[in-house]
Every structure is written in structure tokens, then in C-alpha cells.
């Protein structure tokens, strides 16, 4: 089964400075999709920035861009110019290529911005 | 274009008592996902529906918690007797049937059983 793993449960950066959250995956598939999803205290899901495991060209999003590593099954979030609004719960996950649909979340990582 | 609508937004029940969720996703998208999330496990599927047919139920905890999607516009989670460990945040949500497609969700609905 698939894993994805989030080893950060929290971090914290300085308003309008750089931070970068990680994440690994586990899995034996070389077709699947990466998804960064943020959940502010409001508690609803955002889609933040997906991936496609076949592109080898890491997605950006505005301020927001990853760090595909396919050989090494890593997937970090960059988030540039950090503002006080990017303050949330960040999850990273994994959603196969083929057969099951689902999505598998990792733990997810609390980001604090300090003004 | 309204996103995916669940109610209510909050529910607090008695142990013993039948509670129902109920989902709208949005039109045009033919999957649709119920999740369940807590501070110990975080966000874990319960059960997934592709064209209102169940695909995978493995996530449901028990036989107390059952879905049905009678329509494409439509879902419902219910829990038949709720328990205090059912206590959660409750999350639907719909994608369209491509695997690069993400999941949009609802607002959850918190859930407290006392």
C-alpha cells in the first residue's frame, strides 16, 4: 500500500521569507499524481499545487513551487514571500495512476507565520 | 459554480442516536469520496464512488457507518448507533473522473457524540 509521509509536524518562518515543508512517498507505481493541499483553521481543503509523476518539470503556482525527486520519492513545497494568510495545515498526497482512485494524505505539517 | 456542499456543519448527538451527512457534489463531477478525519489517524478514507456505484468501502470502520449515492447529485453517510470514538471532522468530496483531477471538498461537517 501506499504511504506518504510528512516528518515535519510543524514549522515556522518569518513573514515574507522562504520555508519549505517535506514530504515522502512510498510506492512501486511510475504513474501517479502528487497534490499539496492547505486547511486554514476555517478547515476547508484547498488545492495548493499538483504534480504529475511523468513531468519531469516541477509545477509552480504564483508563490508556491515543488520539489519533485522521482528516484529519491520526494515532494517538497516551497512557499516564497511567506504571508500571514499561508498560515494553515499543509497536506502532501499521492494518488495512483491507474486503478484505485483515492487520494492517501500524509499526517500534514502546522505552518506558523511570524510577523 | 457552487462547490461541494455538505450539511450539517455541525451535528452534536447523543451516544445510541442515528445521525445522517449529507453531500451535494458538484455537478459534472462523477467520483465522489468520504473521508473522515481526526488528530490520531488524520485524514483517512472511508468510502469512494465512481458513477454512484461503491468502488471501495474498506475505509467504513464498522457496520455501524453505511453510504449510499442514490443519484449523481446526492450522497448520504449515516451512523446506526453512533459511538463517542466516532467523533470527527467528516469530509466529502467530488472530482471529475481523470486520475490528474483533484479532489475539491466540502466545508466537513464536525461531528461530536457525547
Known amino acids: 500500500a501506499q504511504t506518504v509521509t510528512q516528518s515535519q509536524p510543524e514549522m515556522s518562518v518569518q513573514e515574507a521569507e522562504t520555508v519549505t515543508l517535506s514530504c515522502t512517498y512510498d510506492?512501486?507505481?511510475?504513474?501517479?499524481?502528487l497534490f499539496w493541499y492547505k486547511q486554514p483553521p476555517s478547515r476547508q481543503m484547498i488545492l495548493v499545487i499538483r504534480?504529475?509523476?511523468?513531468?519531469?518539470q516541477n509545477a509552480t503556482e504564483n508563490r508556491f513551487s515543488v520539489n519533485f525527486q522521482k528516484a529519491a520519492k520526494s515532494f517538497s513545497l516551497k512557499i516564497s514571500d511567506s504571508q500571514l494568510g499561508d498560515a494553515a495545515m499543509y497536506f502532501c498526497?499521492?494518488?495512483?495512476?491507474?486503478?484505485?482512485?483515492?487520494?492517501?494524505f500524509g499526517q500534514g505539517t502546522r505552518l506558523t507565520i511570524n510577523p | 459554480d457552487a462547490g461541494v456542499i455538505q450539511s450539517p456543519r455541525h451535528e452534536v448527538t447523543e451516544m445510541g442516536q442515528e445521525v445522517t451527512l449529507r453531500c451535494k457534489p458538484i455537478?459534472?463531477?462523477?467520483?465522489l469520496f468520504w473521508y473522515r478525519q481526526t488528530m490520531m489517524r488524520g485524514l483517512e478514507l472511508l468510502i469512494y464512488?465512481?458513477?454512484?456505484?461503491?468502488?471501495?468501502d474498506s475505509g467504513m470502520p464498522e457496520d455501524r457507518f453505511s453510504a449510499k449515492m442514490p443519484n449523481a447529485s446526492f450522497s448520504t453517510l449515516k451512523i446506526q448507533p453512533s459511538e463517542p470514538r466516532d467523533s470527527a471532522v467528516y469530509f466529502c468530496?467530488?472530482?471529475?473522473?481523470?486520475?490528474?483531477?483533484?479532489?475539491?471538498f466540502g466545508n466537513g461537517t464536525r461531528l461530536t457524540v457525547t
Open positions: 455537478s459534472g463531477h462523477n467520483s
Open positions: 498526497a499521492y494518488r495512483r495512476g491507474e486503478g484505485a482512485q483515492k487520494l492517501v
Open positions: 504534480q504529475e509523476a511523468y513531468k519531469q
Open positions: 464512488f465512481n458513477n454512484n456505484v461503491p468502488i471501495d
Open positions: 468530496a467530488s472530482s471529475r473522473g481523470q486520475r490528474r483531477s483533484p479532489l475539491h
Open positions: 510506492t512501486s507505481e511510475s504513474d501517479y499524481y
